[in-house]
């Protein structure tokens, strides 16, 4: 389904170019005065509804003191394949592939993913949350209150095919996102089991 926020984007499930998303919109005050834009971006757009669940999340994650900004947001199928060309120059292309998803298999194509940085206690923007800082850890119990999943789990790479990712996390909804928090699972295991999940959430 379109626009569907429960939806799975993988290397098996992939959209095309012409996938229709939500409504766009520029989460401006969520954008760290030092995030770094390529040549081929210069703004951040997200899904509507994932600027609403942030702004949310972003009260509760301030008054416990950290700071969160999104540092990319949508992409369009052909900036995806931008991105995926420069892996390959960096790393080569085994290693590229491995560590860029191919237009059509990146869930920014969506606009319902979001990769994070934070501001650390010397007031210096990182470009993304690391898996050994604090605001990591706090992220990591907390966002699901809110709608949103970290994606990428350690431990989860033989089902997601990525490697682990502390800085990417996906809008999901607050239903889903607690099955998913709750029973410790990602994404593709909750659609290799639905209905149960499903059940154990209406019970």
Known sequence: MENDIEILVN???????????????????????DCVFDESENEILVDE???????????????????????????????????????????????????C?????????????????????EGIYISSITEDSDVFEFMKENVYKFGFILRYMKGKEHITKYNSEPWHYRYVGKRLAKILFENKICL???????????NWFAN
């Open 101 to 121: 998803a191919y237009p059509g298999e990146s869930e920014h194509q969506l606009g319902l993913a979001v990769d994070l940085g934070f501001e650390n206690e």
């Open 188 to 198: 593709e295991e909750y659609y290799q089991d639905k209905d149960k999940f499903d």
């Open 11 to 33: 290397k098996e499930n992939k959209i095309d170019e012409f996938y229709k998303i939500g409504n766009l919109v520029e989460p401006k005050e969520f954008i760290h005065k």
């Open 49 to 99: 509804r994932v600027y609403i669940a942030f702004k949310e999340m972003d009260e509760f994650v301030r008054k416990s003191g950290y700071k969160v900004f999104i540092d990319s947001g949508f992409r369009s199928f052909k900036y995806q394949m931008y991105i995926l060309d420069m892996y390959r120059e960096k790393y080569g292309k085994e290693k590229g592939e491995r560590l």
